[in-house]
């Protein structure tokens, strides 16, 4: 099995270190969507990683399926409750996560562009998501170990991967004075092997 993406983005780190709590082996192909060579259309119509190419060649895509499937084919380190409650509030943790780094995402994007093409607008209103869910997740959390209670879960590793990406991109925005909870929770986390082993790098 092949594993498709960057090593700047936090969807594919996602998957990587899900894949890593469970166990399971694959193979790490580096491709980077923006740039001019990639192939990732060829493995997913819509130009975007993660891709997960199984056994047989069939693909999977986007990485909240991709490590729904990782956790139903491995018994090891269970990461999804499988009680319908507790599990979909896990995967709306996922979504929360994954939904700051889309909108962090866009406005990297968006700066990238030549200054009198970027949209003010456009930038304060993603930036007002994301802040808007950084205060969510911080208020959920309160005072427990784990995003869920006292049970690591996928909603740990995407909230993490979510505070990753922002410390990378975004070092000026300084989410941990705001909101100590979720800086203690990504200290805990960074203590992970497997966290430590995917840091993003670019
Ligand atoms: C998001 C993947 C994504 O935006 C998922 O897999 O969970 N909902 C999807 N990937 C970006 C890289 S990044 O920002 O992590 C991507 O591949 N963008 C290329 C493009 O053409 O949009």
New binding site residues.
Partial sequence: MQLI??L?????R?VRIVAAEKYIDYELVVDV??SEDTQ?PDFNP?????VWVMEDGKTL??????VEYLDSISPAGHVMPKEPRPRILVKRWEALA?GI??AA?LI?MEKKRPAGQQSPDWIRRQLGKLHAGLRVMSEDLGQLNWCTGEVFTLADIAVGCTLG?LEFRFPELDWRRAHPNLSELFDRLMQRPTFKDTVPVG
């Fill in positions: 993406g960057s700047t983005s936090p969807f594919v996602k969507p923006w990732v819509l130009g975007k990683v993660p895509f986007d990485s909240r399926v991709i994954d780094c889309d995402a990297f990406y």
